[in-house]
């Protein structure tokens, strides 16, 4: 079992930076690849991948929407990984998760592969 709990979420302008944490319980953290998946505003159905990072932090992934302006770390002996969003646009608004998942392979976009989910954090960027 994995707890996830996101914090660091608010409201900034548009060109502005924010930091995600994710703190995660439980000893196997260690053993899973993490991600960072966002809501947006009338997408409830929809969780759109953001940026993953493989147990060991030597491989990440990124959506081209946020490419060059976010990046993913993690530090296994804290439990936790972090998001750091620079550069925020509008279209950046949305509730942010953070996920486990076993395995690091091609379907590390798809949030249907993972298995332990936070609560959100909301982030409003205001033009």
């Known amino acids: 079992q994995v707890q996830l709990v996101e914090s660091g979420g608010g409201l900034v302008q548009a060109g502005g930076s924010l930091r995600l944490s994710c703190a995660a319980s439980g000893r196997t953290f260690s053993s899973y690849a993490m991600g960072w998946f966002r809501q947006a505003p009338g997408k409830e159905r929809e969780r759109e991948f953001v940026?993953?990072?493989?147990?060991?932090?030597?491989?990440?992934y990124y959506a081209d929407s946020v490419k060059g302006r976010f990046t993913i770390s993690r530090d296994n002996a804290k439990n936790t990984v972090d998001l750091q969003m620079n550069s925020l646009k509008p279209e950046d608004t949305a509730v942010y998760y953070c996920a486990a998942v076993r395995h690091w392979g091609p379907n590390i976009v798809a949030g249907e592969e993972y298995d332990y989910w936070g609560q959100g954090t909301q982030v409003t960027v205001s033009s």
């Open positions: 940026a993953a990072i493989n147990w060991s932090g030597g491989n990440t």
